[in-house]
């Protein structure tokens, strides 16, 4: 059964940080790429970060340089290491495939306010 068990989030000030898990029950976890989505209150869910079979990653243009993906093939789970955080990082953060999204896991809240 496919399973997407997020973990991690919180309420935390401005300027702190956050580490974000994912474990992922897929077939074949080391052949997927994989990401973490974020939906804002009101807004649609987003990309923002990805990281592929290979380990190469990517981030949207509002995280880049604050946020950092990475993966345990060993564990089948992928990490999001959020840091400098603002309150337009507060939403819900989910993990699941980069394409070919599977059923989404219930997330975790991250809460960004002074």
């Known amino acids: 059964q496919v399973q997407l068990v997020e973990s991690g989030g919180g309420l935390v000030q401005p300027g702190e940080s956050l580490s974000l898990s994912c474990v992922v029950s897929?077939?074949?976890?080391?052949?997927?790429?994989m990401a973490w989505y974020r939906q804002a209150p009101g807004k649609q869910r987003e990309v923002v970060a990805k990281?592929?079979?290979?380990?190469?990653?990517n981030y949207a243009d509002s995280v880049k340089g604050r946020f950092t993906i990475s993966r345990d093939n060993d564990k089948d789970a992928v990490s999001l290491r959020m840091s400098s955080l603002k309150p337009a990082d507060t939403g819900v953060y989910y993990c699941?495939?980069?394409?070919?999204?599977?059923?989404w896991g219930q997330g975790t809240q991250v809460t960004v306010s002074s």
């Open positions: 699941n495939r980069l394409a070919n999204v599977l059923g």
């Open positions: 897929v077939p074949l976890f080391n052949m997927q790429s």
């Open positions: 990281i592929l079979s290979g380990g190469t990653s």
